[in-house]
Every structure is written in structure tokens, then in C-alpha cells.
């Protein structure tokens, strides 16, 4: 039993944004996202509504969100729990966006060049 400890130990100190495989790949349903962030169906359902936040498939009946819109959920929530409003809190996580892809955009240049 020490073993697996140790195995569930060095998996909980591996830090899961390094694993861009999984991240890629990562696909969630509504209800698991609610659940996890402690965001209500509704107010994830609301905010999609308004734009803010978008779902994989447009087409399809279930909600499902990639990383990039888990974590805009996220830094949402962080920015309304400090007390922003909706609207502000969705607009300053779009202009974080904006400048990390521009940030990036920057080094892919200079790196493939």
C-alpha cells in the first residue's frame, strides 16, 4: 500500500498544466463543470447566453467546455467573487486573453522564423 501512496503523491505534485495532452484533449460536460468550479448549471448556461463563455459544440443539446473556456469560467468567478461585476469581470478576462495569445503570438514569431 506504501507504494501506491507514494505513486498518488508524486501524481498530486506534478504540476497538470504541463500536460498539454490532456489538456488538448480535455472536453467536460456541464454538470462535471458545475460540479468542480461550484458554479450552478444555470449561471454557466446564463453566462454562455450572454456570450461570455462558449461550448464546444454549438450544434449539439449537451454543454460541453474545453480548457480555455474552463479556465475563462474560473477567472471569471475568481474576479466576481472579488467583487466585479459580470460584465467587468468578462471583459477584464478578455483582455487577459488577449494579451496572453499576443504575448505568444510574439515568441512563436521570433522562434519559427
Known amino acids: 500500500m506504501a507504494k501506491k501512496t507514494s505513486q498518488n503523491h ?8 504541463d500536460d498539454h495532452e490532456f489538456l ?3 472536453i467536460v ?4 463543470v458545475a460540479e468542480i468550479t461550484n458554479i450552478p448549471q444555470r449561471k454557466l448556461r ?4 450572454k456570450g461570455l463563455i462558449k461550448t464546444v459544440d454549438e450544434s449539439g443539446t449537451t454543454r460541453r ?3 480555455l473556456e474552463i479556465k475563462k469560467i474560473l477567472l471569471i468567478k475568481e474576479l466576481l467573487d472579488e467583487g ?3 460584465e467587468a469581470a468578462a471583459n477584464k478576462v ?14 512563436k514569431n521570433r522562434h519559427t522564423e
Do not use: D, H
Not at 29 to 32: L, Q
Open 10 to 17: 508524486k501524481l498530486s505534485t506534478i504540476n497538470i498544466l
Open 24 to 26: 488538448t484533449k480535455l
Open 29 to 32: 460536460g456541464i454538470g462535471e
Open 46 to 49: 446564463y453566462w454562455q447566453e
Open 65 to 67: 467546455f474545453n480548457y
Open 84 to 86: 466585479f461585476t459580470l
Open 94 to 107: 478578455e483582455k487577459r486573453i488577449e494579451l496572453i495569445n499576443s504575448t505568444f503570438k510574439k515568441f
